[in-house]
């Protein structure tokens, strides 16, 4: 984490660590010719490439280190660490490629977030078009922001997303295995910037944000042997403050936007009855015969949930015990599925007057005593016969 942004630094060796260079060089060339059995266990995306002297000719070898013995590992992992240490702030960086995220700002129900690719070193630079990562292979354009005094944080993933300005700056398709791919070529002392359409992976307080970059992608480095390929690096400095003067989501469009993508997130994370959720938020319950509670019910994060045996549906017929039904997330508990009588209306969804208090030995809150009414961003209507502890709750469709 001391450097940031990805290049190639050129020095000159102490004539002791040129020895020390030759000597891994040797054991390395050994154990890629040999190729002894080993029980070293490294990441298998850590590889080495070198080439050996073999019957009066140079050979090429590459391979994984986790394919070398101890030995070879801990020899070759000392001399690179040492040479980071000693050479890296000495020597002349001839690619030198960094990422910063240039702005972040609202529009209409999205936020256009702004970031830069740029080439500081002496060679040209291409690299695929962040559009065509894949997060499966483990590309990355990750973007987040911290704001200042702690409380919040901005994230979202650009890798696959469209780029709205791509026609800013000159592509080059190229086909491999049968996908075409667009790349750019960033020349010497030049800046490519994208600009995307995103929204953040979750609920962002208001306030002022530092944003930063992780970039997890393939470059191609032209006139400069040992350089490029797959490349892992974080921004060379943070951006300046951005204020956003709203939390997100606070328009009903982003609510409902947010909770539908936080059900769909969510989906598959169910909790039988009786075990703890794994999110804050209102739960529904769900049979496998597609009966959904009537009502949803809050829990916090780690909360048990309840037994399904006094939960009724929307038509007022109990859950069966078998095949035992699930809870799943269904809304925020930042918005209220309830509202009394002559108040605006919290969320869009189904409503209905209900009584509160138990009736018929039940579980349920509140017991059903007019008609179904859908609401809209209104006030529910005062009932004709006011009774104190009457209000309106959602049914089954929220959000």
Known sequence: MKYRGVGLVEAQLSPGDFERAKEVHDELCKAAIAKPET??????????????????????????????????????????????????????????????????????????????????????????????????????LDIGGFRAGGGGEWRADLAGQPIINKSDYPVETVTTMGKSITTVRIPPGETVTYKFLAVPADKVPKGQ????????????????????????????????????????????????????????????????????????????????????????????KGAQTHQSERIYDSKGEPFPLRPQPVWQWEADLARSTLCSPGEPCPRDARWAGCTSGYRFNTADEYVIHKKRARSRRVKSRRPSSPLVSERFRTLPGIG
Not at 114 to 140: C, E, H, K
Not at 226 to 237: H, K, L, P, S, W
């Open 39 to 140: 029980d070293t266990e490294t990441d298998p995306e850590m590889t080495y490439s070198l080439r050996c002297m073999q019957d009066g000719k140079l050979v090429a070898y590459h391979g994984q280190l986790r394919d070398l013995t101890k030995k070879e590992w801990f020899l070759s992992g000392k001399f690179h660490q040492d040479m980071l240490a000693n050479y890296a702030d000495k020597g002349r960086s001839i690619v030198k490629f960094d990422v910063r995220v240039s702005d972040v700002h609202r529009e209409k129900d999205k936020f256009a977030v702004t970031v830069a690719f740029v080439n500081s070193g002496q060679y040209p630079i291409q690299m695929s078009t962040p559009d065509n990562w894949d997060r499966l292979w483990g590309q990355r």
């Open 209 to 300: 944000y530092k944003f930063g970059a992780v970039v997890y992608a393939s470059i191609t480095v032209t006139g400069v042997n040992g350089a490029g390929g797959t490349v892992n690096f974080i921004d060379d400095e943070e951006s300046a403050p951005i204020t956003f003067d709203n939390d997100f989501p606070s328009t009903p469009d982003e609510w409902k936007a947010y909770e539908a993508r936080q059900r769909a997130k969510l989906s598959k994370h169910v909790s039988p009855p009786g075990n703890a959720v794994a999110e804050d938020g209102y739960y529904r319950l769900i049979s496998e015969t597609g009966q959904r509670s009537r009502w949803v019910y809050p829990f916090n």
